[in-house]
């Protein structure tokens, strides 16, 4: 059981809309920044999101995060084959010191 | 651009200790915490601690008992032990840099796996 919690899957067709949740608490999400995690088949994971809502260079403007008190989303719009990969959220935990993972939400793309 | 390698054994005996090392290219170790997350088959990603050029750690508590980090700046690589393995332990293990806040992991290490067999 993941400290911070995702949907174990989400699917949509091309060029749906689509939103996976992360839900946490008041020593995580509650006072620290969410970061977003793409992992593609085979793949160490890739920096989506940081700092709640922040997109890296080289991530298309599809993809948007946001924050509101415990909880985060990572919005994608216009969804696109290559979307189809796991989605982690994470955070760092004042009452752990440490960081914790939500479990992970599979994006299928139908 | 920083590139990390991560390498050790691939196969482990239980109840002895796993040892992977981080190689660090393209950019100092300074100012930056460098991590280490593990991710079972079929799983997902478990963070298992970090370390700083100051010697500052910190571990996730449900292995805290078990796991040792160190840094060698000058050769540009971090290591992991993680002793008294089990199949539990068993998953690919990942390296990662952490950026000006924490839990931002970029970039990441390709992975390395290891099976712990009895």
């Known amino acids: 059981q993941s400290d911070l919690t995702q949907p174990s899957s989400v699917s949509a067709t091309p060029g749906q809309p689509v939103t996976i949740s992360c839900s946490g608490s008041?020593?995580?999400?509650?006072?620290?920044?969410v970061f977003w995690y793409q992992q593609l088949p085979g793949s160490a994971p890739t920096l989506l999101i940081y700092?709640?809502?922040r997109r890296p260079s080289g991530v298309p403007d599809r993809f948007s995060g946001s924050k509101s008190g415990t909880s985060a989303s990572l919005a994608i719009s216009g969804l696109r084959s290559e979307d189809e990969a796991h989605y982690y959220c994470a955070a760092w935990d004042d009452s752990l010191s440490g960081v914790v993972f939500g479990g992970g939400t599979q994006l299928t793309v139908l | 651009q920083v590139q990390l390698q991560a390498s050790g054994p691939g196969l482990v005996k239980t109840s002895e200790t796993l040892s992977l090392t981080c190689s660090v290219s393209g950019d100092s170790m300074i100012a930056y915490y460098w991590n280490w997350v593990r991710q079972p088959a079929g799983g997902g990603l478990e963070w298992i601690g970090r370390i700083h050029v100051s010697g500052s750690t910190n571990y996730n508590p449900s292995l805290k008992s078990r796991v040792t980090m160190t840094l060698d700046t000058s050769k540009k690589f971090f290591s992991l032990s993680l002793k008294s393995v089990t199949a539990a332990d068993t998953a690919v293990y990942f390296c990662a840099r952490e950026a000006t806040r924490r839990a931002w992991f970029d970039p990441w290490g390709q992975g390395t796996r290891v099976t712990v067999f009895s």
């Open positions: 008041n020593s995580n999400i509650g006072s620290n920044y």
């Open positions: 700092t709640n809502n």
